[in-house]
């Protein structure tokens, strides 16, 4: 069963504009969240970070918003550019340390 | 720097057949992982370690077994090869906290099981 879930396998934004990939879990017990980028043929890299103590956590153009009550995160690029196309996976965690990851969205960024 | 260096990057093995999945770090990391992707199920973690000479399984531990006998080295080891582990295989390593900095992935290994 699927606790860490992305429900948009695609998205494709402007260049220049805001993109929004988002996520869901079931697991109320998650205190970590992660989003990681991935390109073909490459290991996922990691992006940026939050806990359950935060609701928001910004590094440059990437910003992560968690609701926990909803049990919802998102990820706000902005503005987007051609090489922000990538997969972006989402990841929870109960420890900090051994991550669900949910099935990535595939975002392309249109020049 | 290397970071997270796997080896080999594909393999097709015979159902049946035996292989041994290597993964090594140079960044001192204590934590090392083995992930599994497959299409639509996102990341999968099959066993990781918490230090040399420890394993402890994940979500998805049965048919493979490991090994971290140096803390720079991770093995992943199956004993007969089915369809089912037809995969794209990634180790994975990070500090104590992974939540502070996440895994540092390596590159991947695709594995075809005929």
């Known amino acids: 069963d699927q606790q860490v879930k992305q429900n948009s396998p695609s998205l494709s934004v402007q260049e220049g504009r805001i993109s929004i990939l988002n996520c869901d879990y079931t697991?109320?017990?998650?205190?970590?969240f992660l989003w990681y980028k991935k390109y073909p043929a490459e290991g996922p890299t990691f992006l940026i970070s939050?806990?359950?103590?935060?609701d928001k956590n910004e590094d440059g153009r990437f910003t992560v918003f968690l609701n926990k009550s909803a049990k919802h995160l998102s990820l706000h690029i902005v503005p987007s550019q051609p090489g922000d196309s990538a997969v972006y996976f989402c990841a929870a965690s109960f420890t900090g340390n051994q991550f669900y990851f949910g099935t990535g969205t595939s975002l392309t960024v249109i020049p | 720097n290397a970071g997270v260096t796997q080896t080999p990057k594909f393999r097709v093995l015979k159902t049946g057949q035996s292989m041994t999945l290597l993964c090594a770090q140079d960044m001192n990391h204590e934590y090392m992982y083995w992930y599994r992707q497959d299409p639509g199920m996102g990341l999968r973690l099959i066993h990781y370690s918490v230090g040399e000479g420890t394993t402890a399984k994940g979500e998805v531990p049965d048919g493979y077994n490991v090994s971290r006998l140096k803390k720079q080295n991770f093995l992943l080891g199956l004993e007969s090869a089915a369809p089912s582990q037809t995969s794209v295989y990634f180790c994975?390593?990070?500090?104590?906290?992974?939540?502070?900095?996440?895994?540092?992935f390596g590159s991947g290994t695709r594995l075809t099981v005929v």
């Open positions: 697991n109320s017990m998650f205190d970590y």
């Open positions: 994975a390593s990070s500090y104590r906290v992974a939540a502070n900095y996440g895994y540092t």
């Open positions: 939050i806990s359950s103590i935060k």
